[in-house]
C-alpha cells in the first residue's frame, strides 16, 4: 500500500484580517522588506533638509539677537546710560567725564539740560549717556541708580571712605546691573605708595565683589579701554523693571494750571527703556506718588550716532545750511497719543461706616457732655496720666488701649528716636575726613552741640531692648487697674501654634479700606496685571515703543516738586502695571545692617524704598517662619530676619528693599535692607503678652505665687488659663491667698 500524505486535524489556520487600502505604515514597510521609493526618499530629504536649515536660521537669529540685546546693539535702543558713583571724596568725577569724552576725537559731545552728557563715538560706533550724582546726595544717587545700565564705582588712592562704603551698601541692596570699578589719582604715587594702594583697594572691593579688580583711569588711553569695556559689557536683569516702562529725564519743564496754581503739568523728555508705554496707564515719579498721564510727544533723536565719514562729508557743505539742517531734525516732533481712557486713581476703599459688625454710641446720643480735657504733668505720657490717682478721669479709656506698658511709656519717644553721633549708626557727612586723620582729631569736639535729652531718650530705648530680649514680652500687672480691665483685648491661649484664629476676627477699621489679596490669589492678579498693562492698546493712539525719544505729559504734579527740585538732580519716571495704585498690606523680609546698632522699635517712623517706590511708614514687625500664625516683635532685632509690614500700594515681588531712618543730622542712615513678600493680606500678625509672677513658696504639688494678680477678681477672672514655668512645668490656678486678693 503505497504511503500518502497525512492531513492534520490540529493545525488550524484562521482568516486573516481584511486590512483593505488602510493598511498600517509598519505593514507596508514590512512587506516592502527594506526597498524604499525613489520618489518617496527624495521627498523625505528635501524635507528632514528643509527643517534642518530652519531650525539653524531660528538658532542663529536667536543668538545674535540676545547677543545684542545684551550689549545693546539692537534697533531703536536708546544710549547706554553710565551712572558714576564716587567712593571717595577725593575722587574728581569731571576729569573722568571729561576722559570720556576724548576717548575719540571724532565723537559728538552733547549735554542735556539735566547735565546729562551724551558722547556719541563715530569711530567706535557706539554712544553712551553720563550722569554724575552730586556727590553726598544719596536720594539723587539712587534714583539714577534705578534706571542706570552700567555702574562705574570711583575709589581714589586711599579706596573707600565711610560714606562710600555708605553708597555701595545702598546701591547693592537695590540691585546692581554691570559694574566696573575705577581707580583715579594711582600714576603719580611711588612704587611703595602704589602697592599699598592697590592692595587696599582690593581688599575693599573684595568683601563684596569677590575677583572683582580696579581699573587705572588717568589718560585718554586708559579711557579708550575704559570706553570699550562700558560698551560691551553684558547687561544684568533688574527685576522690577524687567517688564515696566521707565525713563530718565533730559529736560523739565513745568506749566502750572489756568484752574488751580497749586498743581501743574510736568513735561519729561527722554529716551523711553525697558518696554513699550501706553498713553492711558498711570506712572509713578519716586517720592511723590502716581499720577495720570495727559499725552506723549515723540521727536527724533536728538543725540543720534554719527558714523565714522558723516562729519567730515558735513563740514564740507555750507555751515549755514547745515546748522539749518541740524535745528530742523532737532526741532521735528508729533504727537503720539492722547489720554482717551486714563485709568483711575483711586486707592482706597471707601468704607461704609455701617457694615460694621460692632457699634457704640457717641456722647450725643448718650446725652453726655463732652469729656473735658485733663492738662497732664510733665513728664508723664497720657497713658500713664489714665492711672495716677491724682488726675481726673483716669479709667475712662483703659479699655480702648491695646498697647503694653513698655509700648506706652512715652509718645514722646517717637520725637527722640533721631540718633545723633554716639548712637552707632552710620552718618552722612559732606565733608569727609581722609584716611590720614588722627583720633584725637575726630574726638577734639565730641561733646560739642550733644543733645542731653537725646541722649537720654536712646538711652532709656536701649535699656527696653535689653530688657526684652532678656525677658521677651513679659508686662507687670497694673496696680491701681484692674488686669481684665487693662487686657481685655487679649485671650488666652493653650498653645500659640496650635490654637485657631480666624484671619477675618477683630479686625482694624483700615482694613475696609485696602484692598484685600489673598496668598492663594496672589499670583492670577499678578498674571492678570502684567498683560492687561501689554495688551492695553487703545484704538487710535499708539504706545510708545522703547528706545524713542519721547515728551510725557504728567497731569495733576504739585508745584512743591519745582520748589524742591534741584537743577541737574535726576528725575526718573516709571509706568505702572494695572493695579499697583490700590493701597493693600504689604509685607518684607529685612535684616539689619551691621554697622547700625541703634534701637529700632515697632511703629517708630522709617523711610522704606522697595523697587522704585520711596514712602515714610511706620511698620510693625513680626517673626518670619512657615506657620499661620506670627508673633509681633516689638523690636528690630541685631541679628536674623524679620518682617516688617505696613499699608502700601500694591507691589509684585521680586523686588528690593531698603529701610531708612533720619537722624538729627537730617540725613539717612542705612537701617535694613532686604526683599518684598508675595502679598497676603490675611497674614495674621498676634501681639503677645505674658504675666508673670515670683514663686513664694514651692510645695510638693502645689506652688505659692506672689505678683502676678492684685485683686481677687482678676484671679477669678483668670483661672480657666494654664499657667507654665519656664522649665515647662504646667498647672491652673487653686485658689486665692491673702486679704487683698
Given at each position: 500500500?503505497?504511503g ?9 489556520k ?7 487600502k488602510?493598511?498600517s ?10 526597498k524604499v521609493?525613489?520618489k518617496q526618499l ?5 524635507v528632514?533638509?528643509l ?5 539653524l536660521?531660528k538658532?542663529?537669529?536667536g ?5 545684542s540685546?545684551k550689549r545693546g546693539?539692537?534697533?531703536?535702543v536708546?544710549?547706554?546710560l553710565v551712572v558714576?558713583i564716587?567712593l ?5 568725577t569731571?576729569a573722568?567725564?571729561d576722559?570720556?569724552k576724548?576717548a575719540?576725537?571724532s565723537s559728538d559731545?552733547?549735554i ?7 558722547v ?16 553726598g546726595n544719596?536720594q539723587s544717587?539712587?534714583?539714577a541708580?534705578k534706571?542706570a545700565d552700567v555702574?562705574?564705582f570711583?575709589v581714589?588712592?586711599?579706596?573707600m ?10 546701591v547693592?541692596?537695590?540691585g ?5 570699578f ?6 603719580n604715587?611711588?612704587?611703595k ?6 592692595k587696599?583697594i582690593e581688599?575693599?572691593i573684595?568683601k ?10 588717568d589718560?585718554?588711553q586708559?579711557?579708550q579701554v575704559?570706553w570699550?569695556q562700558?560698551?560691551n ?8 523693571r524687567?517688564?515696566r516702562?521707565?525713563l530718565l529725564?533730559?529736560k ?8 488751580t496754581?497749586e498743581?501743574?503739568t510736568l513735561?519729561l523728555?527722554?529716551y523711553?527703556r525697558?518696554s513699550a508705554?501706553?498713553?492711558?496707564q ?20 536728538p543725540y543720534?550716532?554719527l558714523v565714522k565719514g ?6 564740507k557743505?555750507?555751515?549755514?545750511v ?5 535745528e530742523?531734525?532737532?526741532?521735528k ?12 486713581l ?9 457694615d460694621q ?6 456722647a450725643e446720643?448718650?446725652?453726655e457732655?463732652?469729656p ?9 505720657s ?8 491724682d488726675l481726673?478721669g483716669g ?6 488701649s491695646d498697647?503694653d506698658?513698655?509700648d ?5 519717644m ?6 545723633d ?5 552710620s552718618e ?7 584716611d590720614?586723620a588722627?583720633?584725637a582729631d575726630?574726638n ?11 541722649e537720654?531718650?536712646v538711652y532709656?530705648?536701649?535699656k527696653?531692648?535689653?530688657l526684652?530680649?532678656?525677658f ?7 496696680l491701681?487697674?484692674?488686669?481684665r480691665?487693662?487686657?481685655?483685648r487679649?485671650r488666652g491661649?493653650d498653645s500659640?501654634?496650635n490654637?485657631y484664629w480666624?484671619p ?7 482694613y475696609?479700606?485696602i484692598?484685600r489679596?489673598?496668598?492663594h490669589h496672589y499670583k492670577?492678579l499678578?498674571?492678570i496685571?502684567?498683560k492687561a498693562s501689554?495688551d ?9 515703543e522703547?528706545?524713542n525719544?519721547v ?5 495733576d ?8 527740585h534741584?537743577?541737574?538732580a535726576?528725575?526718573?519716571l ?22 547700625f ?10 523711610v522704606?524704598q522697595?523697587?522704585f517706590r520711596?514712602?515714610s511708614?511706620?511698620?510693625?514687625f ?8 506670627f508673633?509681633?516683635e ?5 541679628k ?6 505696613m ?25 535694613a535692607?532686604g526683599s ?7 497674614r495674621i ?9 515670683a514663686?513664694f ?5 502645689s ?8 485683686n481677687?477678681e482678676?484671679?477669678?477672672y483668670y483661672k ?5 514655668t ?5 498647672g491652673?490656678?487653686k485658689?486665692?491667698?491673702g486679704?487683698?486678693?
Open positions: 500500500m503505497a500518502g500524505g497525512h492531513r492534520s486535524t490540529l493545525k488550524q484562521n482568516k486573516s484580517h481584511n486590512h483593505g488602510h493598511r505604515k509598519r505593514n507596508l514597510k514590512r512587506e516592502a522588506h527594506g521609493n525613489v527624495t521627498k523625505d530629504k528635501k528632514k533638509e527643517l534642518r536649515q530652519e531650525a536660521q538658532r542663529v537669529e543668538r545674535d539677537g540676545a547677543l540685546d546693539m539692537a534697533a531703536s536708546p544710549p547706554r558714576l564716587s571717595n571724596a577725593s575722587v574728581d569731571n573722568v567725564v576722559l570720556l576724548e575719540d576725537l559731545v552733547n542735556s539740560e539735566q547735565l546729562n552728557v551724551h556719541s563715538a563715530g569711530k567706535l560706533k557706539k554712544r553712551i549717556s553720563v550722569v554724575n550724582p552730586e556727590y544719596l544717587l539712587l534714583d541708580a534706571v555702574f562705574v570711583l581714589g588712592e586711599s579706596g571712605d565711610r560714606y562710600g562704603e555708605h553708597c555701595l551698601a545702598s547693592m541692596g537695590q546692581v546691573p554691570a559694574h566696573l575705577v581707580s583715579q589719582g594711582l600714576t604715587l611711588s612704587k605708595r602704589l602697592t599699598d594702594s592697590k587696599r581688599k575693599q573684595e563684596n565683589f569677590p575677583g572683582e579688580k580696579a581699573r587705572t583711569l589718560s585718554w586708559d579711557a575704559l570699550r562700558i560698551t559689557l553684558a547687561e544684568k536683569t533688574i527685576h522690577f524687567e517688564q516702562p521707565y529725564s533730559e523739565i519743564e513745568f506749566e502750572l494750571n489756568k484752574q496754581a498743581v501743574g513735561k523728555s527722554g523711553l525697558g508705554l501706553d498713553v492711558n498711570l506712572v509713578h515719579l519716586p517720592g511723590w506718588g502716581d499720577f495720570q498721564m495727559a499725552q506723549i510727544d515723540q521727536m527724533d533723536d543720534p550716532l558723516n562729519k567730515d562729508r558735513r563740514e557743505r555750507d555751515n549755514s547745515a546748522d539749518q539742517e541740524m530742523d531734525a532737532t526741532s516732533s508729533f504727537r503720539l497719543a492722547v489720554a482717551t481712557n486714563p485709568e483711575s483711586q486707592s482706597e476703599v471707601v468704607p461704609d461706616e455701617m459688625e460692632q457699634t457704640w454710641p457717641t446720643e448718650l446725652g457732655d463732652k473735658t480735657k485733663v492738662k497732664s504733668l510733665k513728664g508723664v497720657e497713658y500713664q496720666s489714665n492711672w495716677i490717682l481726673e479709667d475712662e479709656n483703659s479699655e480702648d498697647e506698658d513698655d506706652d511709656q512715652d509718645e514722646d517717637d520725637d527722640g528716636d533721631k540718633n553721633e554716639g548712637s552707632g549708626g552722612e557727612e559732606d565733608d569727609i575726613e581722609g590720614t588722627t583720633e575726630e577734639a569736639n565730641y561733646d560739642e552741640g550733644m543733645d542731653l535729652d537725646e537720654r531718650r532709656e530705648r536701649m527696653e531692648e535689653r526684652h530680649v532678656q521677651p514680652d513679659e508686662v507687670d500687672t497694673p491701681d487697674t484692674a488686669a480691665v487693662r487686657f481685655a487679649y491661649m500659640f501654634h490654637t480666624d477675618k476676627e477683630m479686625l482694624p477699621f483700615d475696609a479700606r484692598y489679596v489673598g496668598k492670577r499678578k498674571k496685571s502684567v501689554e492695553s492698546e487703545d484704538g487710535d493712539n499708539l504706545l510708545a522703547p528706545g525719544f515728551i510725557i505729559y504728567v497731569k504734579v504739585p508745584k512743591a516738586f519745582m520748589d524742591f534741584k537743577a541737574g535726576p528725575v526718573a516709571f509706568g505702572l502695571f494695572k493695579n499697583e495704585q490700590k493701597m493693600t498690606l504689604i509685607s518684607t523680609m529685612i535684616s539689619r545692617m551691621q554697622g546698632k541703634a534701637p529700632i522699635k515697632a511703629k517708630d517712623p522709617l522704606f522697595i523697587g520711596r514712602f511708614t511706620c511698620p510693625i513680626s517673626e518670619h517662619a512657615h506657620q499661620n500664625k508673633k509681633m516689638r523690636f528690630l532685632p541685631q536674623g530676619f524679620i518682617v516688617a509690614s499699608y502700601a500700594p500694591i507691589m509684585f515681588a521680586p523686588a528690593p528693599v531698603l529701610v531708612f531712618r533720619e537722624n538729627v543730622m537730617q540725613k539717612f542712615d542705612l537701617v535692607k518684598l513678600l508675595p502679598l497676603d493680606t490675611d500678625i498676634i501681639k503677645r503678652v505674658v504675666l508673670s509672677g514663686p513658696k514651692i510645695n510638693k504639688k506652688v505659692t505665687v506672689r505678683y502676678m494678680f492684685f481677687r482678676d484671679i477669678d480657666p488659663i494654664e499657667l507654665k519656664k522649665w515647662g512645668k504646667r491652673h490656678i485658689q486665692a491667698l486679704l487683698y486678693c
